[in-house]
């Protein structure tokens, strides 16, 4: 919600969270008070190409900042899936730099400073108070952990991809389903009616003997197997994650074989966390559409995680934590003495 008008000459910041699906960008004041909003397409540093990025920030920085306040702006932080600085030197920090200065020159923003960070580093600080050591795992399509010390990762588990790595991820859960679904469909598995929203997410309109509550015939079972696989593999491998939700309504269902699917899942991201070595009593920032507030992992990972002894403090992404980190630039250049 956005909050009261500013004073024309109050300074500024902007808040960017830049992530594979899409770019937010929010305007506040020196007190964090939400002043607008706007939105643009994929901001991945690693994936989308320069002048797609550069038209998504574009976009979603012209929606925010109304033109008549665009001169107030004096701080920007932004935070970009594979946009961190110390990432080697394949990511995208120089490529999300410069396209964030050409979309704010675009805007006539004209900012003192200007940082970028990665999407996890924002995340973070978008935890109550702004935490400055600790740890942080997001999970959405993709699933990655992070040491956090002095605001800025220290060093990483995970987030390798979809064909390398990123268990527990959206991605991971869908491969998962599908694979659930042919284990059932040849013999290997148990059945499960994640057969049924399988085939009724690839065909459209449920039918068939998929809707049996029991294991059909062995030629039925064949029929749809070699339906449903060219199906799958139509399709780019990482859309997979658009299956992870069937996961989650058939264990409220009461099916066994998605709650052992999520337990699993919850196991790799536990698992991902215990490679950075946790404190006792230690912050672990959740993020990301699995883990966020309400997020459909939640519960399975904070369990885990307590029992490393973690405080598991949820949000719901990173555009506070870009706010956040904005607004104590703003402070640090304005706590400099002139000329320095």
């Given amino acids: 919600m956005l909050g009261p008008v500013a004073s024309d000459t109050a300074p500024l910041v902007i808040g960017i969270d830049a992530g594979g699906t899409r770019t937010r960008a929010y305007l506040a004041d020196g007190d964090g008070i939400v002043l607008g909003e706007g939105a643009g397409g994929p901001g991945n540093a690693m994936s989308v190409p320069r002048g797609e990025l550069t038209r998504h920030l574009v976009a979603a920085i012209k929606a ?30 120089e490529l999300a730099m410069t396209c964030l200065d050409t979309a704010l020159t675009a805007n006539g923003i004209a900012a003192r400073s ?28 993709g699933a990655v952990a992070a ?43 148990p059945w499960t009616s994640l057969v049924e929203a399988v085939m009724a997410h690839y065909v459209g309109t449920p039918g068939g003997p998929y809707l049996a509550r029991e294991r059909p015939s062995r030629h039925e079972c ?82 885990r995680a307590e029992e490393m002894g973690l405080r598991v403090m949820p949000v719901h992404e990173g555009g506070a934590g870009a706010l956040a980190l904005a607004r104590m630039r703003l402070v640090k250049h304005d706590a400099q003495p002139h000329g320095s």
């Fill in 64 to 93: 925010a900042v109304p033109a008549d306040r665009r001169g107030a702006v004096r701080a920007v932080v932004g935070g970009f899936a594979g946009g961190a600085s110390d990432a080697g030197p394949e990511a995208g920090y």
């Fill in 114 to 141: 200007i940082e970028v960070l990665g999407d996890i580093e924002i995340a973070f600080a978008s935890a109550d108070g702004t935490p400055t050591d600790g740890l942080a795992l997001v999970a959405g399509t």
């Fill in 147 to 189: 040491r956090i010390e002095n605001r800025r990762r220290l060093y990483l588990s995970d987030g390798n991809g979809w064909l390398l790595g990123d268990g527990g991820s959206g991605f991971w859960i869908g491969r998962e389903v599908v694979r659930a679904a042919l284990r059932a469909l040849d013999g290997r598995g």
């Fill in 222 to 303: 064949e029929l749809l197997r070699h339906r449903l696989v060219p199906l799958a593999y139509a399709e780019p491998p990482v859309r997979l994650a658009r299956l992870s939700p069937l996961a989650v309504t058939a264990d409220a269902d009461g099916d066994e074989v998605a709650m052992s699917l999520l337990d699993d899942a919850a196991d790799e991201l536990g698992a991902t966390v215990a490679a950075l070595d946790p404190r006792e009593d230690e912050p672990l920032v959740a993020a990301g559409g699995l883990l966020g507030p309400h997020g459909p992992l939640l519960g399975r990972v904070t369990a």
